[in-house]
């Protein structure tokens, strides 16, 4: 006799928007946010996504509405996302350096019915505002805009005494956007349930200290906002800050008395060949976590003698957002140098296999593709239903890295089976690149591929073949792709040559193109 059952009502809850009601009512004396001179409490953050759920309410918004921002780092852009976590609306950020073709495409995309953004990029949005005709409002982050304040329009109404969630664990509450092989990007649907097992999978896993007073500089729209929630579940104070500057972090450390900081390899990298950092008081830094990118194991150990054993490594992707494995405090063992190559073991809860093209698991020690399964996996590709099938081939997600386990379980990326690039913690799709190239009255040919680079980790790079008696620089294209793709997609360095190697099929070969600058590295991540 079977013994399923299953009620909505009974299995109810493990909301996202669950999490922050409850830890913004059970600490409302401390302060959630601190920005420059600005502060917040747990009790004001409350009131003010109370006033933003009643006004998303009076503007007929409903569950399953999209909401999009654009925004620098400010508490006021999370408050937004949270609102939208809690009314069951759906959530997509816009990346402050991505370009007007990218930002329109997301926007039509996504069917985003509402845009707020920030008073700094309002000639970028009125430049293509009109392309974006299905968004039936816009609103400023402030003033500096013709448009209404937003802030101004949810004043009036009265927070009330206790956030309610009105979603369920399986809404999708965010729409994440990656690019794609086909160079539009993927809207990837994020339901409750994976973003409440990344936040518990990240209080569980990531060595929190008693006193949680996290430093970010790095956008809260992407990766760096998944330390919110942890955050303010442990009762912590979160500094934000519009950008990375090194003598920044080191005077507000010293000041804050900051016990864990969010940073990308490049981050690392800049303070560790900053000498006034390497001379400054780290001593109350319990926690550095790090990702997004690959870091040397050279650099993990010269971030050991500077910060101290507070080094953690995070890998994950946006389809299974940050928790895919760990490399622990205790894992950055320098007995054990080779083990710094490692991106750690599985969070527990999460299933990781190495399989073949045939989707069966190889040995211990072999490469093949990493695929996932557990709860932190997406809902699928927004309106992309054979790339989802795609991407779930074999009833696992496959992440579209190579890799190998070793014996201990600790988990290696060996290669990246697409060709994406990750350039200072940022995702960089070359057919976007390549695109855009092509556009180019001189440009005959051009393949973008990641090389490697002490500061970035991969740097962009273009090989370009130019028509007959064209006369490019390498400034105007990179120029161009800055100002169509903004700046984390413009090529740092641009090679020209004669004749482009082909594959067998015809495509150009950029296994070929990469060995040049790849064959003496360790960690073949391009």
């Known amino acids: 006799m079977s013994t399923q059952h299953y009620n909505a009502e009974l299995y109810a809850g493990g909301t996202l928007g669950d999490i922050i009601a409850r830890s913004l009512s059970r600490y409302p004396d401390r302060i959630a946010f601190v920005e420059g001179d600005r502060q917040f409490t747990y009790r004001e953050t409350a009131a003010a996504i109370s006033r933003i759920m009643q006004w998303f309410d009076s503007v007929g918004l409903q569950r399953g509405d999209t909401v999009a921002q654009l925004s620098r780092n400010c508490p006021e852009q999370w408050f937004v996302m949270a609102a939208l976590y809690l009314s069951g609306l759906r959530s997509v950020t816009l990346h402050a350096m991505g370009g007007a073709d990218d930002h329109t495409y997301i926007l039509n995309d996504s069917e985003a019915k509402v845009v ?24 400023c982050h402030g003033e500096g805009s013709a448009d209404e304040n937003f802030w101004n329009a949810v004043s009036s109404f009265q927070p009330r005494t206790a956030l309610r969630c009105r979603s369920a664990a399986e809404d999708i509450i965010r729409l994440a956007y990656t690019g794609g092989t086909t160079g539009k990007p993927k809207g990837v649907m994020l339901s409750n349930r994976a973003l409440v097992a990344n936040t518990m999978l990240t209080l569980v896993e990531k060595d929190w200290p008693e006193e949680v007073r996290v430093l970010c500089t790095a956008q809260i729209s992407h990766g760096a906002g998944a330390m919110i929630v942890p955050t303010l579940s442990r009762g912590g104070t979160f500094y934000l800050y519009p950008g990375f500057d090194k003598d920044t972090i080191i005077a507000e450390v010293s000041r804050h008395r900051i016990t864990v900081m969010y940073l990308v390899p490049t981050m690392i990298y800049s303070l560790l060949d900053y000498p006034p950092a390497r001379r400054a008081d780290w001593s109350s830094i319990a926690l550095i976590t790090y990702g997004a990118s690959p870091m040397s194991p050279k650099r993990i150990e010269e971030a050991i003698a ?13 389809e299974a957002p940050n928790s895919i494995a760990v490399l622990r405090k205790c894992d950055h063992d320098l007995s ?56 779930f081939a074999g009833n696992w997600l496959h992440t579209g890295d190579m890799g190998c386990q070793d014996d201990d379980g600790f988990l290696y990326i060996v290669d990246r089976k697409k060709d994406m690039i990750i350039s200072g913690g940022f995702n960089v799709y070359p057919r976007e690149i390549e695109n855009v190239l092509a556009e180019h009255a001189g440009v005959s040919n051009a393949a973008v ?78």
């Open 116 to 139: 707020i953004y920030d008073a700094y990029f309002a000639d970028k949005v009125a430049a293509y505002r009109p392309a974006c005709a299905g968004v039936a409002a816009w609103y």
């Open 306 to 318: 500077v910060f101290g054993p507070v080094m953690c490594q995070g890998y994950g992707q946006t």
């Open 336 to 391: 054990k140098p080779e083990r710094l190559l490692s991106c750690g073991m599985p969070y527990p809860g999460i299933q990781v296999a190495i399989l073949d093209e045939q989707y069966k698991e190889v040995p211990r020690g072999t490469v093949g593709e990493i695929c996932v399964r557990g709860p932190i996996v997406m809902s699928g590709y927004w309106k992309q239903p054979e790339q989802t099938a795609e991407a």
């Open 449 to 526: 591929i990641g090389v490697p680079d002490d500061k970035w980790g991969e740097a962009v790079k273009a090989v370009v073949v130019l028509r007959p008696g064209a006369d490019v620089s390498a400034e105007q294209l990179i120029a161009m792709v800055k100002e169509r793709k903004g700046s984390v997609n413009a090529p740092k360095s641009v090679d020209f040559i004669d004749a482009m190697p082909l594959t067998a099929v015809g495509k150009p070969d950029k296994k070929a193109l990469r060995a040049k600058y790849w064959s003496s590295q360790a960690r073949h991540v391009h």
